[in-house]
């Protein structure tokens, strides 16, 4: 536990400091103080609880101790956090906190912590209740989101179903893998995956447990077999049907999940064309290729708002950055993150690319538009703007459908919300070119 409880401290603190994801905060932590993998497993839920309840610890911490946060070291802060989110959240029983305390004593030294010794033992004995000042906020605490986008996610949806894709954020989401028949058989080995359970209605595609039962299969994962990929981006490439033979053009591609599969939906024939801006994500991208035997894929590194390319492709897929307003149980980091300003450009920055990229589609095939968040801004918006620009384009059936239609008459497009399909939030719009 000491170990464990020193990895997610410094991981807290490079989140909290440098701005960097879950993932990125925990390999840093870890490759300083080194850990074990059961070490790890258990820091990485310190960390993914602690940073998904954020608010409320913050909300209760002001109560409890007397300096605002940011007056106190980094360590000591992210321990304070983690302190709380076990005592008031977690609830975890007294004798255990007490071995925390102790541990954070031995990690963080006596006197680093004696100053604020009076208010660990208020975290350790009184249960806070919060206290909001609105409506909004209560909303905001008891879910753990940032108010902007309670209030965003409740204007959009109305309350009661608002408050259901809020409550649904403040526990995990399942995994999801694909057989990878580039590199095995299209059958799962169920002897590494013995938890496993096949999607209703989509061959090849597993719902696992959490991070918790990967790690038993992770050989297989490493070898290509199977390649980690949401449930509902699975169903965005099936939607988009590439077969072998065609030409793809893979839009935003990096770190390369739908073009891998697309490789494998084609056999491995024909011709993908993957787009990204990010050197460092199209090194990533490029691992991703050899991992799953993927030989079809050409990288091309270009600013996909002013795509130059000699090209008329079979399938166009624009996968753009955006707010992952879909992907916050996964990866509560990212609710803090985005703001409404950055919402805003974001949009900007995905219509300019689906307008750009739209150029490549032959005429009589289809465009492939999804991204990971579930506000109609990113998604409805930019389509409703993009076909009133493009007369050539209509929206088109999707198979297979699984998830819910679209807003604002968009009934057409598939979107998925994780308290309803169990997966990432998320849309997928199907434009058809004349
Ligand atoms: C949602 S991710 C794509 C995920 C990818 N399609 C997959 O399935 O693995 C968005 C990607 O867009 C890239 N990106 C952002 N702005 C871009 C731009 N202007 N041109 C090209 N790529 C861009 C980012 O580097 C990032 O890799």
């Known amino acids: 536990m000491k170990n464990s409880l020193a990895v997610a401290i410094e991981a807290l603190s490079w989140m909290a400091y440098e701005g960097v994801g879950e993932r990125t905060a925990l390999f840093r932590a870890s490759g300083q103080l080194g850990a074990t993998h059961d070490e790890l497993r258990q820091a990485h839920r310190i960390i993914m609880e602690t940073t998904r309840f954020r608010n409320r610890i913050e909300h209760l911490t002001s109560a409890l101790v007397p300096d605002s946060l940011e007056h106190i070291p980094h360590g000591v802060q992210s321990f304070l956090m983690i302190l709380v989110y076990l005592s008031q959240i977690d609830q975890l029983e007294a004798r255990k906190l007490q071995r925390v305390v102790s541990l954070g004593r031995q ?9 604020y010794e009076e208010a660990i033992g208020r975290i350790l004995t009184k249960q806070n209740s919060i206290r909001p000042q609105d409506e909004t906020e209560r909303v905001a605490l008891e879910t753990c989101h940032p108010m902007w986008f309670a209030r965003r996610v409740m204007s959009v949806f109305g309350r009661g ?26 059958h799962l080995d169920q002897q590494k995956f013995r938890d496993a359970v096949e999607v209703v209605g989509i061959q090849g595609v597993w719902r696992l447990g959490h991070l918790k039962t990967l790690s038993q299969q992770q050989s297989a994962v490493a070898a290509g077999e199977v390649v980690i990929q949401d449930l509902s981006a699975i169903v965005a490439d099936l939607v988009a049907c590439p077969v072998a033979g065609n030409t793809v053009l893979d ?29 460092e994500r199209m ?14 894929a050409e990288a091309v590194m270009a600013d996909a708002r002013r795509l130059e390319l000699n090209v008329e492709a079979d399938v166009v897929i624009v996968d753009p950055p955006c707010s992952n307003s879909g992907v916050f149980a996964k990866n509560p980091s990212m609710k803090w ?8 450009s974001l949009a900007i920055r995905q219509f300019t690319i689906l307008q750009s990229s739209a150029r490549y589609v032959r005429r009589g095939s289809n465009l492939i538009y999804c991204t990971c968040s579930i506000l109609p801004e990113e998604n409805e918006d930019v389509l409703i703007d993009f076909l009133r620009r493009n007369p050539d384009f209509h929206m088109t059936r999707q198979q297979p459908f699984l998830g819910s239609p679209g807003l604002k008459g968009l009934d057409l497009c598939q979107r998925f ?13 199907k434009l058809h070119r004349d």
């Open 251 to 279: 839009v935003c591609s990096a770190p390369g999940n739908k073009t891998s599969h697309c490789a494998a939906l084609m056999g491995n024939e024909g011709r993908i064309l993957s787009v990204d801006l990010s050197s």
């Open 161 to 186: 179903l608002g408050l259901q894709i809020l409550k649904r954020n403040l526990t995990n989401v399942p995994l999801y893998v694909r057989v990878n028949p580039l590199k095995s058989s299209s």
């Open 107 to 115: 990690i963080l030294g006596w006197r680093e912590l004696h100053p």
């Open 337 to 344: 993150r985005i703001t409404p300003s950055r919402l805003n």
């Open 417 to 429: 919300y994780t308290h309803l399909h169990d997966c990432n939030g998320y849309f997928i719009a």
């Open 283 to 296: 090194l990533q991208w490029n691992r991703e290729m050899t991992r799953t035997g993927c030989l079809i």
